[in-house]
T-cell receptor, first 110, second 114 residues
Framework: DGGITQSPKYLFRKEGQNVTLSCEQN?????MYWYRQDPGQGLRLIYY???????QKGDIAEGYSVSREKKESFPLTVTSAQKNPTAFYLC?????????FGSGTRLTVV | AQSVTQPDIHITVSEGASLELRCNYS??????LFWYVQSPGQGLQLLLK??????LVQGIKGFEAEFKRSQSSFNLRKPSVHWSDAAEYFC????????????FGAGTILRVKS
């Protein structure tokens, strides 16, 4: 079945370390998105990519980086510059106005 | 400021009672409108969407939503709530001036009491 796979489901890192969250889709969607979810704040857009080898900053890009070398993959790196990285991260892909979401990665920084 | 507002952070309803979750948006042109549901620790599932046409939209799991242009609202309703409906519900829009990006409300947590 087609869908989006985010891995790992839970991730623990020490403060000051960079960490990369994986997002893979087999839906053949051109556009992919990364959202951050915090309690009571909904989902906020971090980065998005409309096409391979191109991506744009969302509303809260500081402290994050992405790459889009393949259509299927859109990894997100949470760098040590992100002041409050503990959160739930959701990846999504889109064709037309149909969005598909992954099941998320919960990142805890200790 | 342009935004999506879900005024109720938490709502508790009795099983079998009706439900209405509110959503208002403040964008110049009417955006595309969505309702998603999220169970704890999971991704988002689309309940329904409105692009144009009939302002009463039917979705999955017995949900419906009504678009009211004059009130910039897109409220979600269900005539009889089941215990399995307990979850968090998000209203989202794709404002025309923002391209194809989804903008979310803060969410409403629904609790169902027996």
């Amino acid at each position: 079945d087609g869908g989006i796979t985010q891995s790992p489901k839970y991730l623990f890192r020490k403060e000051g370390q960079n960490v990369t969250l994986s997002c893979e889709q087999n839906l053949n969607h051109d556009a992919m998105y990364w959202y951050r979810q915090d309690p009571g704040q909904g989902l906020r857009l971090i980065y998005y990519s409309q096409i391979v080898n191109d991506f744009q900053k969302g509303d809260i890009a500081e402290g994050y980086s992405v790459s889009r070398e393949k259509k299927e993959s859109f990894p997100l790196t949470v760098t040590s510059a992100q002041k409050n990285p503990t959160a739930f991260y959701l990846c999504a892909s889109r064709r037309d106005y149909g969005y598909t979401f992954g099941s998320g990665t919960r990142l805890t920084v200790v | 400021a342009q935004s999506v507002t879900q005024p109720d952070i938490h709502i508790t309803v009795s099983e079998g009672a009706s439900l209405e979750l509110r959503c208002n948006y403040s964008y110049g042109a009417t955006p595309y409108l969505f309702w998603y549901v999220q169970s704890p620790g999971q991704g988002l599932q689309l309940l329904l969407k409105y692009f144009s046409g009939d302002t009463l939209v039917q979705g999955i799991k017995g949900f419906e939503a009504e678009f009211k242009r004059s009130q910039s609202s897109f409220n979600l309703r269900k005539p009889s709530v089941h215990w399995s409906d307990a979850a968090e519900y998000f209203c989202a829009v794709t404002p025309m001036e923002y391209g194809n990006k989804l903008v979310f409300g803060a969410g409403t947590i629904l609790r169902v009491k027996s």
